[in-house]
């Protein structure tokens, strides 16, 4: 059975590393909308898969707590760090190319030599990335369905698949991050527009 949990419960964190090092899967507030993560295995991202009828073609953006977290796994571009340092925590999650020797689940890069980092302006969740290091964070809901922006929404959508949701208050941003993929050579695009635009990026505007 499911457990609800708020966000400053002192309970929280120790319920979530428990059930995330389960293999189960657990709902978080961010400052966009809600997230559903779980471990860094292929068992556990299938069960993420399955819970929200998602395709592993699309890729899961990684949750970390900082830019030096993710070093042993993406070569940061030129730029990377000066976007981390100006954007996280926030809405933005960047797409880096993998290191040569790291190999992640097909799951996570969508058969890509890269991966989606995101670090949320919310403390719980960044404390669970420094407990147990990079998770696959991707939007609490079924795909196609519309994105979580409260643990209700979430709980409506994912229902029993889900060990443990965390109640943060509703989302005060209620809109996906925006996504901006980085080359090796540091020239960047934006793959999804969000809260974070194009000028703010010093990037070019994808709908123009």
Known sequence: MSRRLAAN?????????AAVLAGELVV????????????????????????KGRPASKGITLLIDDLVDAAGLVDAPAGAADLA???WPGPLSLVLPLRAEVDLPDAVT?????VGLRVPDQPLVRALARELGPLPLTSANRTGEPDARSADEARTSLGEAVAVFIDGGPS???????????????????????PIDAASLGLPDPGR
């Open 9 to 17: 419960d002192p309970t929280a964190l120790p319920a979530l590393v």
């Open 28 to 51: 978080v507030p961010t400052e966009t909308v809600y997230g559903i993560t779980c471990a860094l295995d292929e068992a556990a991202v299938e069960r993420l898969l399955v819970a």
């Open 85 to 87: 340092a100006r954007w």
């Open 110 to 114: 969508g058969g890509s030599r890269s």
């Open 172 to 194: 005060p941003g209620g809109r996906p991050s925006t996504v901006v993929a980085l080359a090796a050579d540091g020239t960047g695009r934006i793959l999804r527009p969000g």
